[in-house]
């Protein structure tokens, strides 16, 4: 595998752990949406997995120096579009975010949403 991971192991197992009842599942794909869904996890009352991306770990972004939280269950529109809209996490979102580039210059209006946690979605 290109990860250096065994056969077995998925590179994205969010749907395994979204289907256990009462586990929240996180996907960030930002420096800024990793504190604040990181600060939300801990101060949660339930379990949260947190999945990251690790072709991410490069990224760079503004983060505050002060604690904030990103509520569960709200999206992020990393693009606004009236003709097409993708739905993408973590890393995808970036991805996104450039085929959205290169549709614009096509005149393809591309709405792109990071929708953050896949349970509660």
Same mark, same amino acid.
């Not at 800024?32 to 379990?47: E, H, S, W």
């Not at 990393?78 to 096509?106: S, Y």
């Given at each position: ?21 009462? @586990? ?14 990181? =600060? ?15 072709? @991410?770990? /490069? =990224? ?28 993408? @996490? ?15 210059? /096509?005149? =393809? ?11 509660? @979605?």
């Amino acid at each position: 595998a290109g990860f250096s991971a065994a056969a077995q192991h998925s590179q994205s197992p969010y749907n395994v752990f979204a289907a256990v009842p009462g @586990l929240k599942v996180v996907v960030p794909s930002s420096p800024y949406d990793v504190k604040g869904l990181l =600060i939300q996890a801990i101060r949660d009352d339930d379990p949260v997995v947190f999945c990251e991306h690790k072709m @991410l770990y /490069d =990224i760079k972004g503004e983060v505050p120096d002060d604690a904030y939280t990103i509520p569960f269950g709200v999206a992020n529109y990393t693009r606004e579009g009236t003709d097409v809209t993708i739905i993408a @996490l973590g890393l995808m979102v970036h991805r996104a975010n450039e085929v959205a580039d290169k549709l614009a210059k /096509d005149g =393809i209006s591309v709405e792109v949403v990071d929708p953050r946690t896949i349970s509660p @979605l």
